[in-house]
């Protein structure tokens, strides 16, 4: 079974980008445009990975990562930000739960950039088993 990976975006080429690079690396993918859809989604279908934009509708991304920290169903789940602002907040929110940061710049606008984000994401899944827990 492939590793199921929510991707929180709002931008719809970014988006297709980013889904694009991971269906290619043999990932399913499922999306959220806004956090309370991220909330949703994450709390339904436990996927492996999330990787969740901070500029949202509804619900901030940083509001999104502290609610599903604190949530008993979805606080295993990796967390990987993505977004387009500078790495400054990185510090609060690894301390918030975040597995890693991407600045979307970096990781869109070159194939090393592209690379390093797959490593990552092949990095914070968690083996097929460990996700049976997480939904108990």
């Not at 400054?88 to 890693?100: H, Q, S, V, Y």
């Not at 869109?108 to 092949?122: N, Q, T, V, W």
């Amino acid at each position: 079974m492939k590793p199921t990976v929510l991707l929180v975006e709002d931008n719809k080429t970014q988006r297709m980008v980013i889904e694009r690079i991971l269906n290619k690396a043999g990932y399913d993918m499922i999306h959220a445009a806004d956090g309370d859809m991220a909330l949703s989604m994450a709390r339904e279908q436990h996927p492996d990975l999330i990787l969740l934009d901070l500029m949202l509708p509804k619900v901030s991304g940083h509001d999104v990562l502290k609610t599903l920290k604190q949530d008993a169903a979805t606080q295993k789940i990796p967390v990987i930000i993505l977004s387009g602002l500078s790495q400054n907040n990185e510090i609060k929110l690894r301390k918030d739960g975040a597995a890693l940061y991407f600045e979307k710049s970096q990781l869109l606008d070159s194939k090393s950039g592209g690379d390093k984000f797959l490593e990552a994401i092949r990095a914070c899944i968690a083996p097929p088993n460990a996700k049976a827990a997480r939904s108990t």
